[in-house]
Every structure is written in C-alpha cells, then in structure tokens.
C-alpha cells in the first residue's frame, strides 16, 4: 500500500535560519508530488509541484524553494526564513487524473 | 483567478441535521470533482468524489450532487454527527492537466452540535 512521510510534525524557527522539510512517498513509482501551505482557517495555497526526478514547478513567487532528488522525495528549503513563513505545511502525491491527492500529515511551521 | 467557489465559510449543524456545501466552478474543461475532510492538525483526506458523467454518487452518509449545466455540485452529510466536525473542501481537475493538479475551493468549516 501506498503511504507518505512528512518530517518533522511541528518546528519553530527563529527568523533568518534555514528550513529542510522532508516528504517521502513509499509503495508508488514516479508520482507527482506537492507542497501547499495553509495560513491558519485557509484554505491550500500550492507552492511548488514536480512530475519528477529534478522536475520543480513554482506557482508562487516566495521564499521559499522545492528540489525532488529522488523519485519518492521532496524537499522544501529556505536559506533565510520570514515571520511570514509561518504556517502548515502538507506534503501531497498522485499517480494522475481523477485519482485525488493522498496528503501527509503536515509540518506546523512557526517562525519567531 | 479563482477557478472553484466553496460556501458556506462555515457552518453549525445540530445532531441528526443535513450539513450542505456547496462549490460552484468556471472551468468547463473539469472532469472530476473531489471532496477532502480535514480535521485540526491533520492533512486533508480525500472522502468522496465524482465524475461529470453522473449526477449523485453516495458513500455512507456523504453524497454528492452534480449539476453540468449549472457548473456545481454540493456535499450533503445526512445525519451529521459531531465527529464530522471538521473542515471540508471541494476541488476540481481537468484530464490532460499538468501534474493532474487539483484547484480547490476556499474550505467550509463544519461544527456538528449535540
């Protein structure tokens, strides 16, 4: 069966450190993965989606970075994190059209 | 531009109601419709979903209503209970989208009271 990993469940950054968030997908080969962010009673803002190996896709202009080095891994960065970087993170994968997205459980992301 | 309008924001049901949401989209070229459930702290779960080519599809208590024509469908929890207190949004996908990625509506909070 498929699952999907995300590390750690919560962190808290002081301003200006970096950020490594870890997702990783076991039973599937070559999803398509994604990072949303949800502000606090939003709804999903998607920041970066891959459809592979080194495959990055941007939808928002931030401060954030995404990298895919393996096929069941992805990856969020910052170098220098903002107070406005606070916020849940989800991780999410799926193996195409009218399959859904199967999501993790999140990292609460609080900067101070 | 937002592709999927959800409402209500929120919505308190008693015990025994009906809850309904309702998603309403632009994008003729959407061919498959998916409810999430949230709870705090959690990430979405996919609950239910639905294809354009009929109009009701029901699991359990959930069902989903689609109306082509009118470019909606709408969640329907009979029977609510409390432990469907939570958070629900639709989403829509077009075939042939990159990444097959899923525009989602702005989310509805569900409180079922006793």
């Known amino acids: 069966s498929q699952t999907i990993h995300q590390w750690p469940a919560t962190l808290v950054q002081p301003v200006g450190s970096p950020l490594s968030l870890e997702c990783t997908v076991e039973g599937t080969s070559n999803p398509n993965l994604y990072w949303y962010r949800q502000a606090a009673g939003r709804g999903l803002q998607l920041l970066f989606y891959?459809?592979?190996?080194?495959?990055i896709s941007s939808e928002v202009p931030q401060n954030l970075s995404a990298s895919r080095p393996q096929d069941r891994q992805f990856i969020l960065s910052s170098k220098k994190l903002l107070l406005s970087d606070s916020g849940f993170y989800l991780c999410?994968?799926?193996?195409?059209?009218?399959?859904?997205?199967?999501f993790g459980s999140g990292t609460r992301l609080t900067v101070v | 531009q937002q592709q999927v309008k959800q409402s209500p924001q929120s919505l308190i049901v008693q015990k025994g109601g009906i809850s309904i949401i309702n998603c309403a989209y632009e994008n003729t070229a959407f061919d498959y419709f998916p409810w999430y459930q949230q709870f705090p702290g959690k990430g979405p779960a996919l609950l239910i979903a639905i294809r354009p080519d009929v109009s009701e599809k029901k699991e359990g208590r959930f069902t989903i209503s689609f109306n082509k024509s009118a470019k909606q469908f709408s969640l329907h929890i009979m029977d609510s209970q409390p432990g469907d207190s939570a958070t629900y949004f639709c989403?829509?996908?077009?075939?042939?989208?990159?990444?097959?990625?899923?525009?989602f509506g702005t989310g509805t909070r569900l409180q079922v009271t006793l």
């Open positions: 891959s459809v592979g190996i080194g495959q």
């Open positions: 999410a994968w799926s193996v195409g059209h009218n399959y859904g997205y199967t």
């Open positions: 989403a829509a996908s077009r075939r042939g989208s990159t990444a097959s990625k899923l525009t």
